[in-house]
Nanobody, 115 residues
Framework: QVQLVESGGGLVQPGGSLRLSCAAS????????MGWYRQAPGKQRELVAT???????DFADSMKGRFTISRDNAKNTVYLQMNSLKPEDTAVYYC?????????WGQGTQVTVSS
């Protein structure tokens, strides 16, 4: 089992920045990848970014150049740095972890981009 706790969401103006954190606990062995999805009202959940145990990263096209993902293995924590935020980035952001073919989810954190 893997437990995930997100933090760092909130209200930010367009063009602003936020950093989300996801702290993992539990059985960390065989943890393949971690990352973030988001879900806006009335829309399907979409992948935002992922980082593998080896440090490889991938992003959805709309986030490339604006978001970065990093991982502190000593703290079992993944970070999502979001810059140049747009109103369309408003969503609940969910951290996930992939282990042995299973996905584990955090409770989500709200990000609202509005003036």
């Amino acid at each position: 089992q893997v437990q995930l706790v997100e933090s760092g969401g909130g209200l930010v103006q367009p063009g602003g920045s936020l950093r989300l954190s996801c702290a993992a606990s539990g059985s960390m062995s065989s943890l393949r990848a971690m990352g973030w999805y988001r879900q806006a009202p009335g829309k399907q959940r979409e992948l935002v970014a992922t980082i593998t145990s080896g440090g490889s990263t991938d992003f959805a096209d709309s986030m490339k150049g604006r978001f970065t993902i990093s991982r502190d293995n000593a703290k079992n924590t993944v970070y999502l740095q979001m810059n140049s935020l747009k109103p369309e980035d408003t969503a609940v952001y969910y951290c996930y972890a992939q282990k042995r073919g299973l996905l584990y989810w955090g409770q989500g954190t709200q990000v609202t981009v509005s003036s």
